[in-house]
């Protein structure tokens, strides 16, 4: 099985670089996989996914996420299932993430069937700030969020979850 294990976020908008400094750090840890292939830093969105994740069996991504009363350093798990509901949204940029799924599958692309695209979202506090440094919250909170998203992230890797 191709695994695709890809950070997502800008480096220099303070906790939006949560999903690369995460994967940067899984990729330490976890060595050489077999099948894995790891991308630490990925800007792109939308559309612009599409020829990255094409061609894989699994696909584990790694985010940021902003709700409106969310603590920094919680984090959610889900698949592209639960997106599916997420898909007539309207981006006035790019397509949506479920959107962007459907249309590369309506071009016939070869991607990750929804219950193998897994998500790690980081709730974040500050992804607007122009900085190389997560906020104090965020930085406080994680090695606790890190090593549970790696126990995760880890028990799939093995088959386990």
Known sequence: MRTLL?????????????????????????GKVTGLEIIEECTAGGLDLLPIIEGYDRLLLVDSIKTREGVPGNWFRFTAERLRKTIHLTNIHDA????????GRQLRMKLPPDPEIHVFAVE??????????????LETAYPIYSEEIFGVLRGLLQGQC
């Open 124 to 137: 974040v506090f500050d992804d607007f700030t122009f900085s190389e440094q997560m906020t104090d919250s």
């Open 96 to 103: 949506n993430f479920a959107t962007t799924l459907s249309l």
């Open 6 to 30: 890809l950070g997502m976020g800008n480096p220099f908008l303070s906790d939006d670089a949560v999903g690369i400094r995460l994967v940067g750090d899984f990729s330490r840890r976890l």
